[in-house]
């Protein structure tokens, strides 16, 4: 298998649009845990490298509500009912909500795609891959 990197994400935090750390620099992972939370459901990516960061500082979140898919959790959050991490592409564009980064903490994700090596010297394997590989190069 051949792996091609596209793009890389930073995780972001989301609010209401009316809390106090919507219109401020950014909030910490302490921050974040203090608060009333929206969690992605089991298997997700975003929730495991939250998850394992917050064990690796000896952080715990707050009272959580566990939603499954982003546009559930996006809602959730603009209904006020806490904060949440996403990727930054998944955040949807909503007036009600805010995407603000994490000050101490760089967490991203990453997209892949992904060729069979036995496959990748076809005309049309290569033409895609060069397609995926220059879509956001000026």
């Known amino acids: 298998i051949i792996a091609h990197k596209l793009k890389r994400y930073p995780l972001v935090a989301v609010l209401h649009h009316a809390s106090g750390g919507a219109r401020g620099r950014g909030l ?24 394992d ?25 603009a209904q006020g009912l806490g904060v949440a991490v996403m990727s930054s592409a998944e955040v949807m564009a909503d007036k009600r909500i805010a995407a603000v980064a994490i000050r101490d903490w760089n967490g991203f994700m990453e997209e892949f795609m992904l060729t069979l ?8 394997i290569r033409a895609f891959t060069a397609a995926a590989l220059t879509a956001d190069k000026p």
Do not use: D
């Open 28 to 51: 910490t992972l302490a921050q974040l845990a203090a608060q009333p939370f929206v969690l992605r459901e089991e298997g997700s990516v975003t929730r495991q490298l939250l998850l």
């Open 53 to 77: 960061e917050m064990g690796r500082r000896g952080l715990r979140l707050g009272p959580l509500i566990e939603i499954e898919g982003r546009e559930a959790v996006c809602e959730a959050v």
């Open 117 to 124: 090596k036995a496959r990748g010297n076809l005309h049309l």
